[in-house]
């Protein structure tokens, strides 16, 4: 089992930052990969960044040169630095936990409101 808890969401205007946080507990060294996906209202999750624990990165094209997910092994936390932020960043942020214990399991963290105004 792993338990996920983020934090950092809230409201800003178009061109601020913001830093989510998700600090990962249970069975951390099962972790494979760790990330960030968005779901916006009445549209699907959407993956927004990833991070393997070989600290191999991925992001979606939208977020690219904008946001950086990086993560602190030391405090079982990855990161989601967020600038430049547009309206369309809007969005419930929600963490993901890759595990592997004999078998593939997926995490997912309760969610982050972060609103973007314009």
């Known amino acids: 089992q792993v338990q996920l808890v983020e934090s950092g969401g809230g409201l800003v205007q178009a061109g601020g930052s913001l830093r989510l946080s998700c600090a990962a507990s249970?069975?951390?060294?099962?972790?494979?990969?760790m990330g960030w996906y968005r779901q916006a209202p009445g549209k699907q999750r959407e993956l927004v960044a990833t991070i393997t624990s070989s600290s191999v990165t991925n992001y979606a094209d939208s977020v690219k040169g904008r946001f950086t997910i990086s993560r602190d092994n030391a405090k079982n936390t990855v990161y989601l630095q967020m600038n430049s932020l547009k309206p369309e960043d809007t969005a419930v942020y929600y963490c993901?936990?890759?595990?592997?214990?004999?078998?593939?399991?997926?995490?997912w963290g309760q969610g982050t409101q972060v609103t973007i105004s314009s």
């Open positions: 249970g069975s951390i060294s099962s972790i494979v990969a």
């Open positions: 993901n936990a890759v595990v592997v214990i004999y078998t593939l399991r997926n995490y």
